[in-house]
């Protein structure tokens, strides 16, 4: 579908126009975070979170949310809630967000900020991956043909 795809391209576009951007995929923004507060720069890394102008989150909520990430990425949100825009992709759909984030309350707070005020496009096809995967394997083919 290219949900991934349209993201960077915007965060490009965005970036070519001035503004500043950071595009994590969710499950190594979730690993910098862990190691930040090991090393002591977990406060540092939420404030460039907060202060970028384009935060692109890709592949969010694929795996239930473990207690830190939640709290973690609360305060991203809540930093960033009506002061800067915030991309999301996400194979999953947000009726299920809420399951998804666990704790009931954090689940709440997380997608009342996520999806107040926001524009969501869902998108519905065959993965585009699935389909550059078809057309190498035909182009395969037809170069092995080609050669007897």
């Avoid at 965060?11 to 126009?17: E, K, L, Q, Y």
């Avoid at 975070?33 to 090393?39: N, S």
């Amino acid at each position: 579908m290219g949900k991934s795809d349209i993201a960077r391209a915007l965060g490009n576009f965005a970036a070519r126009t001035g503004y500043t951007v950071l595009y994590f995929r969710a499950p190594r923004l979730f690993e910098t975070l862990l190691q930040a507060k090991g090393d002591g720069t977990h406060l540092k890394t939420l404030t460039r979170l907060a202060k970028v102008q384009l935060l692109i989150l890709d592949d969010l909520f694929l795996s239930p949310l473990t207690d830190p990430e939640r709290k973690d990425l609360l305060e991203i949100i809540e930093e960033r809630h009506a002061q800067a825009s915030t991309v999301i992709t996400s194979q999953c759909p947000t009726k299920e967000w809420h399951h998804v984030i666990g704790e009931p309350t954090l689940a709440d707070a997380i997608c009342d900020r996520l999806l107040h005020n926001s524009y969501k496009i869902e998108l519905k096809g065959e993965s585009i991956r699935k389909n550059q995967e078809i057309a190498q394997t035909e182009l395969n083919q037809t170069r092995r043909l080609a050669r007897y």
